[in-house]
């Protein structure tokens, strides 16, 4: 079972991180509004992944703890007295870096409960060098910043996304066996 409960939460919240990723395409941040509405998107997949996550064992405890991280680090950013483009791009690369190495920690040790395991490791990698390019400030300006924390969005939420859906088709193949 999914330390997220039913499937659905799972979506709900990759749900939001797509459409925020989609948001920050398309719209002309300054870096004020940028940190802002990272914050808010921050605590709100905080709040999110926490409120959802069953507590359950290992699982369970690093889904509240990476709910804690974010709503941790969304407040940090709208406390930031003067947010610069050097401040944000540090702590949600960070948190980029950080959140994929773990993920592709557990599912390598656990590949043999997910099917689609490469796929999430990959994702991760992604996220992991999306985040080093965050950090790293390649990009160096708002709009560039805006637009790698953007696909970073959409890559975390599509896998959760997928992830949600593969967990429902095997909740409902798992009922169909069992009758």
Known sequence: MSPFGPPWKLGVTGAVAVIAGVALFLV???????AAFVAML?????A????TTSFDGVTGALGVL?????AGAGVLL???PHPTLLVLTIVVGAIVVVQATVDATIVGATRRE?????????ADVLQVVLGVVLIARVSGTVRGAALIIG???????GVEIVTALASA???LRHHAAAL
């Open 42 to 46: 921050l605590i709100g997949r905080g």
């Open 151 to 157: 696909v970073v969005g959409v890559v975390a939420g």
């Open 28 to 34: 002309g941040w300054t870096i004020a509004q940028l």
């Open 114 to 122: 997910h099917v689609h395991w490469t796929a999430r490791v990959v």
């Open 169 to 171: 088709k095997s909740t």
């Open 48 to 51: 999110l992944h926490v409120t």
């Open 66 to 70: 990476q709910g804690a991280v974010e």
């Open 78 to 80: 709208l406390a930031w």
